[in-house]
């Protein structure tokens, strides 16, 4: 599988010295090169195996699982930033596990799981969407555009540029999502799309985006951080570059 | 989630016939029904996913009113341009709902089945619910009911199987309501027309039951007859915060004027009972009479004369008056003219 490029915090540890420990049997084998990922999948791995240990619980929710939980793989074809991978998924999956778990895009992010954070927005032919609410296979033969996708090379997209000059962020981790998603306002604004604003402040023609504009339209993204003067900054900046006035 | 079957229909045909399996159910958007299932409150052993059906198109009626294909998404609904200048109330309710990322999901059809986001309803922990184990009572009734409803109810008690305070939390449904929409839907036995008034229910004995529309029946289209109110109408949502937040109390106001008398009145309420609230009782004693704040208080008594308010949701009554008040007043000034000063 082909390695995205990380984020800071992905980025690997330097390599153990020493002679390599061989593997040893019941516990998980833990690379010596250390990735934050690896680590939290190896240590989820021995919490399971633990929880496995307790024979009552394990015994109990087999039982459970074993009548509503047979799943159900089927082959789907996607395309993500241009390229086309083929997976075989678990028909459960969403769009962002997809991403995340089978691609190795991990750009995207998982807030709150249920549509009401954004932080998993992606854009699906052109169209800003959350990904933690869309079924992998429901967008089969769909254009799909992560975060990993927006730059050209080492050359930064007009938004990545404004969030960057603004400080459009503090611990960064909904930032994907906000930037994805103001690239398709800007798309939005171009086609002279309306908000409940350009209702209420009677901006109806083409509607300028003024700041309560950009409030409104980056709604459907929460910064807990609260990063927010700066995020609107960033987007009137992208807006002044990507919109002809 | 529970594992499911995944099919494609490719064709309204296909998708019709398919739901015939026990527990299938239609994908549109999805983005309340993954969300239910993810919370293990749907449960659906297949789903039939219909969003590459040809239902995305939106034209003029024979009537000379508006057809709207049951896919066409929220976002590009409100921003129709026949929508935005014969409908706005539509299209201001469509933009009052939700965030950009979900209207672009959303669909017309998966809208108008929306579940309702009473909190012992979307938690399976709570083992009170009639709308979700029928029989089991209703929690919401002595517990945290700000969002619940004020008109329309069932409530003979916490412990009574019919019991059921639950609003349907929509906006899209309340302008419909207002604007006298009608549900195209189509099954393997044929196609029928039901008027959005009956197509959601008050919950009466049955509040497992959300709408009239039978299990194996797939939605086509909404029908919007010409409207009389374009000039003079407002969606007014009042909620705990600005944006992204669904109603505490929303009102959909349309009236027609001939000169400076009313000729006639549209009132719809949502975020108060259990299917968008339409007021007769309000829209006759607003026709004829002078667009005034007398003759909206007036409007608004009577639109709220059965009210029965909880511990946590009283004021929503005379919220609500006010609302109706406020959005008449707008609609009177032009739904051009904003909301501004």
Not at chain 2, 146 to 172: K, V, W, Y
Request: charged letters at 20%; aromatic letters at 4%.
């Amino acid at each position: 599988m082909k390695h995205p490029p990380c984020s800071i915090a992905e980025l690997e540890a330097p390599a153990a010295t020493g002679p390599e420990q061989p593997e040893t049997s019941g516990a998980p084998a833990v690379p010596l090169t250390l990735s934050r990922r690896g680590f939290m999948k190896s240590a989820g791995a021995i919490g399971a195996s633990m929880a496995a240990g307790l024979p009552q619980l394990a015994a109990a929710q087999a039982a459970r699982e074993a009548t509503t939980t047979v799943p159900k793989h089927t082959d789907v074809t996607l395309r993500v930033n241009g390229e086309t991978t083929q997976l075989s998924l678990d028909t459960r999956t969403t769009l962002l596990d997809a991403l995340r778990e089978n691609m190795g895009l991990t750009g995207s992010k998982k807030g709150c799981d249920h549509g009401q954070c954004g932080a998993c927005t992606v854009l699906v032919d052109g169209r800003r969407v959350n990904s933690c609410l869309t079924l992998a296979l429901s967008v089969a033969g769909s254009e799909i555009t992560t975060i990993e996708g927006l730059a050209k090379g080492d050359d930064l997209s007009p938004v990545q540029e404004a969030f960057a000059e603004h400080d459009g962020f503090q611990c960064g981790y909904c930032t994907p999502g906000q930037i994805c998603s103001a690239t398709a306002l800007i798309d939005e604004a171009k086609s002279g799309e309306l908000s409940q604003v350009s209702w209420r402040s009677a901006n109806l023609q083409r509607p300028q985006i003024t700041d309560d504009e950009i409030r409104e339209r980056m709604s459907g993204n929460i910064c807990r951080c609260g990063a927010y003067p700066n995020i609107v900054a960033a987007v009137r900046t992208a807006l002044g570059k990507g919109v002809p006035s | 989630m529970i594992p499911f079957d995944y099919e494609r229909a490719d064709s309204t045909q296909s998708a019709v016939k398919s739901i015939g399996t026990r527990g299938a159910k239609f994908l549109g958007g999805g983005t309340n029904l993954i969300d239910l299932m993810k919370l293990n409150v749907e449960r659906p052993s297949t789903l039939i996913d219909v969003t590459r059906l040809e239902l995305t198109r939106i034209e003029t009626s024979t009537s000379g009113g508006l057809l709207i294909g049951a896919l066409v998404r929220n976002s590009d609904l409100a921003n129709h341009p026949q929508v935005v200048a014969n409908f706005p109330l539509l299209s201001q309710a469509l933009l009052s709902g939700a965030s950009p990322q979900l209207r672009n999901m959303a669909t017309t059809g998966g809208n108008l089945l929306q579940r309702t986001r009473c909190y012992y309803f979307t938690d399976t922990a709570f083992p009170a619910c009639n709308k979700r184990i029928p029989g089991s009572g209703c929690a919401a009734i002595l517990g945290f009911n700000r969002i619940h409803a004020i008109l329309g109810q069932s409530d003979e008690g916490p412990r009574s199987p019919h019991s059921c305070i639950a609003t349907n939390p929509s906006d899209m449904n309340v302008a419909l309501a207002a604007l006298d929409a009608t549900v195209h839907v189509e099954s393997v036995s044929g196609k029928r027309n039901i008027p959005l008034s009956k197509f959601h229910r008050l919950p009466g004995t049955t509040p497992n039951l959300d709408t009239n529309l039978k299990p194996d029946e797939l939605i086509t289209a909404i029908e919007l007859p010409p409207s009389p109110f374009a000039k003079n109408s407002w969606y007014l949502k009042v909620r705990d915060r600005q944006s992204y937040a669904f109603a505490l109390v929303s009102v959909a106001a349309g009236l027609e004027m001939d000169g400076s008398t009313i000729k006639s009145a549209c009132l719809a309420l949502g975020g108060v009972a259990h299917k968008p609230w339409r007021s007769p009782e309000a829209e006759k004693a607003l026709a004829g009479a002078r667009p005034t704040r007398e003759s909206f208080l007036h409007a608004a008594d009577l639109a709220l004369s059965g009210a029965k308010g909880y511990a946590g949701n009283a004021f929503k009554i005379q919220l609500a008056k006010q609302s109706i008040v406020r959005a008449f007043t707008l609609a009177a000034r032009g739904t051009t003219a904003g909301a501004e000063a």
